[in-house]
């Protein structure tokens, strides 16, 4: 298994500015993802983040609105950038351990007003 | 894009019952695994059942995986308070690592 990190646990933040997501694994990871969490939603994955390559974004994210960075195998970053309302959500990012099973960081609770 | 739907939504037991959810999914996958989620925080990992398993146990629970039917279901026997939580299975298609969701079923254990 692997241990996984987050900060911040939760932010309130106003309209039009921007939050910045670690996510900090205790082991070297090829693969790690950010997932967004809608109010009683199930899990929708945003992008795949590779050391040493741009992240791979699903259908309906984009660069601009969530840019990624993965500067080495043990952390990411992903920024939530001109937030509305609608942005509101839990953020989570996770990781592929060797045996495929995915682990999931405890979330950042992203409240925008 | 969700692959996984489960049923039922919602589901509540008394403490020491038995409580059985169901995930079913559309195409071919390699794995499916089973989360659990306390109260809008983090998944915890649970179990991973793989396409050639049927059945898988751990603990007090046990998963089985149906590929013709396409679905899979988790049993958690001699509920406890601590297990009131709501618990998503995802699965991962042929060829592609990333994870489809289900909707989730949300446990209610009574004590």
């Known amino acids: 298994s692997a241990v996984i990190s987050q900060k911040p646990s939760r932010d309130i933040c106003q309209r039009g500015t921007s939050l910045t997501i670690q996510c900090q694994v205790d082991?070297?990871?090829?693969?790690m993802f950010w997932y967004r969490q809608q109010p009683g939603q199930s899990l929708t994955l945003i992008a795949t983040?590779?050391?040493?390559?741009?992240?791979?974004?699903e259908s309906g994210f984009v660069i601009d609105k969530f840019p990624i960075s993965r500067p080495n195998l043990t952390f990411s970053t992903l920024t939530v950038s001109n937030m509305s309302p609608e942005d509101s959500s839990i953020y989570l990012c996770?990781?592929?351990?060797?045996?495929?099973?995915?682990?999931f960081g405890p979330g950042t609770r992203l409240t925008v007003t | 894009s969700q692959q996984g739907e489960e049923d039922p939504q919602a589901l509540s037991i008394q403490e020491g019952e038995n409580a059985t959810m169901n995930c079913s999914y559309k195409?071919?996958?390699?794995?499916l695994q089973w989360y659990r989620q306390n109260s809008g925080r983090g998944l915890v990992h649970l179990i991973l059942?793989?396409?050639?398993?049927r059945e898988k146990h751990s603990g007090r629970l046990r998963v089985t995986l149906d590929t013709s039917k396409k679905s899979s279901s988790l049993l958690i026997t001699a509920s406890r308070a601590a297990d009131t939580a709501s618990y998503f299975c995802?699965?991962?298609?042929?060829?592609?690592?990333?994870?489809?969701f289900g909707a989730g079923t949300t446990v209610t254990v009574r004590a």
């Open positions: 996770s990781v592929e351990a060797e045996n495929y099973e995915q682990y």
């Open positions: 082991s070297q990871v090829t693969m």
């Open positions: 983040a590779n050391q040493g390559s741009e992240a791979t974004y």
């Open positions: 195409t071919s996958i390699n794995n």
């Open positions: 059942i793989r396409s050639n398993e």
């Open positions: 995802a699965t991962d298609e042929e060829n592609d690592y990333k994870l489809s």
